[in-house]
């Protein structure tokens, strides 16, 4: 992708290296603005989830020019059935560690389940958070048409929103499980008020998740802000889904997101060597050596 904030690996053409050197120091930091110039353009940007400043550090290495902290981390780093069992001190914590491995990335906080939905002033703080603590450039939040205020509050005290519509993982206990949304033009139709609710408030960005393509391209054409899909459909100025669906790390991906690695089976292997290793005990030379004529003393121990 190039943009003013692509990275350069810096290998030598005939290097056959594969590792990417670490990005030049001069590269700009995406911004809002910057994402707003390339919806302007209309370039295409990729988006990733990401948990950790390791995984974050190649992401931004490679060009990702934006990662979300998802509350999916309850289901990929915790190990729980579902999103909502994300605790909000824990995606804090991730989302520093995201912005210290990728700094010049676009980072947004996802405000996990209860976070915002009870008192206003609790939403507005905890959202403060993610910013202070968290070092993130925006928040997401699931909503409706009906969170409006609380967007335009969190927007009016500097917080970036994104606004997160359709279908709805935290709400996914309403409906008995994990829908799409949009499939009917009733349903089509309050998306549409939710997003221009959503940007009147002041949301900074939408994120619309698993519904029919015509639905977002509507969205995208009466938008005035980046519109983010994930199981979307490619009118979408941007594109989300889980990173360790797209790697081929989890055993089962929804169908917007098929996997184009196969790291799973790449650590399998690499496990199994280290067993053979350890049963073998082949682990090359030793790095480390008692001082000369220390090891005579160990005879008296």
């Known amino acids: ?44 940007f990729a988006c990733l989830t990401c948990y950790d400043a390791t995984t974050a550090r190649w992401l931004e290495r490679a060009g990702v020019p934006v990662l979300l902290i998802g509350d999916t981390a309850a ?31 676009f980072v947004m ?11 206003e002033a609790v939403a507005i703080r905890n959202a403060g958070r993610f910013m202070t603590e968290g070092t993130a450039d925006a928040v997401k939040l699931e909503v409706d048409r009906h969170h409006a205020p609380l967007i335009e509050k969190i927007s009016r005290a500097g917080i970036p929103v994104v ?54 391209a509507k969205i995208v054409e009466k938008s005035r802000v980046p519109v983010i899909g994930c199981g979307a459909g490619e009118a979408c100025d941007g594109q989300i889904v889980v990173t360790q669906d797209l790697f ?3 055993d089962w991906q929804p169908a917007f997101a098929r996997p184009i690695a196969g790291m799973g089976d790449a650590i399998v292997k690499a496990a199994e060597r280290w067993i053979d290793m350890v049963r073998q005990s082949d682990f090359g030379e030793h790095p480390y050596r008692m001082k000369e004529n220390e090891a005579a003393g160990l005879d008296r121990l």
Not at 21 to 41: C, F, G, Q
Not at 109 to 119: C, H, L, R, T, V
């Open 1 to 44: 992708m190039a943009t003013d904030t692509e990275i350069k690996t810096n290998r030598p053409a005939d290097s056959g290296a594969t590792t990417p050197e670490p990005a030049p120091a001069e590269r700009k930091p995406v911004t809002l603005r910057t994402l707003h110039r390339m919806r302007e353009r209309g370039q295409k």
């Open 109 to 119: 906080g996802d405000m996990p389940f209860m976070s915002y939905q009870a008192e």
């Open 248 to 250: 081929g790390l989890t």
């Open 163 to 216: 606004a997160h519509i359709g279908s709805r993982p935290q709400h996914a206990k309403r409906h008995g499980g994990y829908a799409s949304a949009g499939k009917t033009l009733p349903e089509a139709k309050e998306m549409l008020a939710d997003a221009a609710a959503a940007q009147e408030a002041g949301a900074s960005i939408l994120l619309v998740e698993a519904c029919p393509s015509e639905v977002s």
């Open 75 to 105: 289901e990929v780093i915790l190990g729980y059935p579902s999103t909502i069992h994300a605790p909000l001190d824990f995606l804090i914590q991730l989302t520093a560690a995201v912005k210290r491995g990728a700094p010049r990335t």
